[in-house]
């Protein structure tokens, strides 16, 4: 029987490495691979190259107190979020970031961006990301005080398509980009008209370097957006942390047109933040404006929303703006405990008054909604978290001839990051 060439040529180099071991490397040295709190990183022996996993999860259980029987939502244990993470990075200027979500019955892209980075004069970012405005948004999931973002995120974007050029000068940090332009509280991937959206934002670390310790923490700020926009896709919708819709702009019929965007949006942010020794918080002003149309109606409408978040240790750890790295994780063979941390939010959302009832159905649609919520979380090391709280929100119409229910929640969290 004839054995074919490529069995052949398999055959000898098979015997080649056997008796005389693998080719030579030409000097080259191994990449290493790195394992600690943080993930996993691949670097290259000269450091110039480096693959690094790592992503969170968040397992919650949701519960309506007595009092919201009636909401349309069950009570549920759910996977709220499961972002695996990738980032390559080559050399000091180029770092790519993919990062899915699997959570809360999803199969999507969150995040899929490009970084080229230059220095002290910045970088631009290309790709899909979180749209920096609001302070609360940008604070990562897995750092929030509360379970859940406040009644202030249903009116700033997520995440968005464009560019944006970033930098931090110690005391000034500015974001100056162009997006597609996704709509209050969204998270955009098709855009639905060609117009876009500029962002700009500016924040101020006036004692980072200098002054008080526990004023090194403190940044205050600006952002704002304007562009235009089209069209009923591109009118929000706004929900609680509970993720009930309490507000949504009237919809077409067979016999009625529906409210669409047409013409103008402008947002606002006014934002401070300071985290000192045992202490942190947050506290945020937004004003969303959007022209809005139904029929030959128009109306250009203007929502505001506010909240402030405080944290404070009943440990002797830190609170950061990205955390809790407890000195002691939890370890039962030292009896160390972790870290304990305190967490209260207020919120408040206004909708603007001529939005009914020709834009929105004041049976359905509340006018205003406040929450006030507070709880506990106990950082067992920088990785692993347990949480639990409660949230009250109640509400300013909506409820058929009256209010809608005041929603009560109680939430817990089991979160593990890296």
């Known amino acids: 029987m004839r054995i074919p060439r490529a069995l052949q040529t398999m055959g000898i180099g098979i015997a080649i490495t056997l008796l005389w071991g693998p080719p030579p490397s030409h000097g080259a040295d191994p990449a290493t691979v790195e394992v600690d709190g943080r993930g996993v990183a691949i670097v290259s022996a000269d450091g110039q190259y480096a693959l690094r996993l790592r992503g969170y999860a968040q397992f919650d259980g949701r519960f309506f107190a007595k009092g919201t029987d009636n909401l349309p939502a069950p009570n549920a244990f759910l996977i709220r979020r499961l972002q695996p993470i990738v980032e390559y990075s080559a050399g000091s200027w180029v770092m790519l970031r993919v990062m899915p ?42 750092a929030l005080h509360l379970i859940e973002r406040s009644l202030v995120s249903n009116l700033t974007p997520n995440r968005d398509i464009g560019v944006l050029w970033t930098g ?79 507000f949504s702009y009237r919809a077409a019929t067979e016999t009625a047109s529906g409210a669409v965007a047409d013409g103008a949006r402008r947002r606002l942010a006014p934002q401070i933040s300071l985290y000192g020794g045992r202490a942190g918080g947050q506290a945020e002003f ?42 002691h994780p939890f370890s039962r063979a030292t009896g160390a405990m972790g870290a304990l941390e305190l967490v209260g939010r207020l919120a408040h959302i206004q909708l603007d008054d001529d939005a009914f009832p020709a834009f929105a159905d004041p049976e359905n649609a509340a006018r205003r909604a406040f929450s006030m919520s507070g709880g506990v979380r106990w950082h067992l090391d920088a990785n692993v978290t347990v949480a639990m709280g409660y949230e009250e929100t109640r509400f300013d119409g909506g409820g058929g001839a009256g209010d809608r229910d005041t929603e009560r929640l109680l939430w817990q969290r089991l979160q593990v990051s890296l």
């Open 101 to 142: 979500e699997f959570g809360d019955g999803k199969s999507q892209l969150e995040d899929g961006y490009m970084d080229l980075r230059f220095g002290k004069a910045g970088r631009i970012r290309a790709g899909r990301f979180k749209v920096p405005l609001s302070a609360e948004r940008m604070q990562s999931a897995s």
């Open 168 to 246: 931090d000068a110690g005391l000034i940090s500015y974001d100056l980009g162009l997006f597609n332009g996704a709509a209050d509280g969204a998270s955009l991937y098709h855009d639905a008209d060609s117009d876009k959206e500029i962002l700009g934002r500016i924040i101020l670390h006036p004692w980072q370097d200098r002054g008080p310790a526990f004023l090194k923490g403190l940044a205050v700020g600006v952002g704002g957006t304007t562009g235009r926009t089209q069209g009923a896709a591109n009118l929000p919708s706004y929900r609680t942390s509970g993720q009930l819709k309490f």
């Open 286 to 327: 937004v004003i969303s404006e959007q022209e809005v149309r139904i029929g030959d109606l128009t109306e250009r409408l203007q929502h505001q929303a506010w909240q402030v978040s405080l944290s404070v240790m009943l440990t002797r750890d830190a609170r950061t703006y990205r955390g809790v790295n407890p000195h």
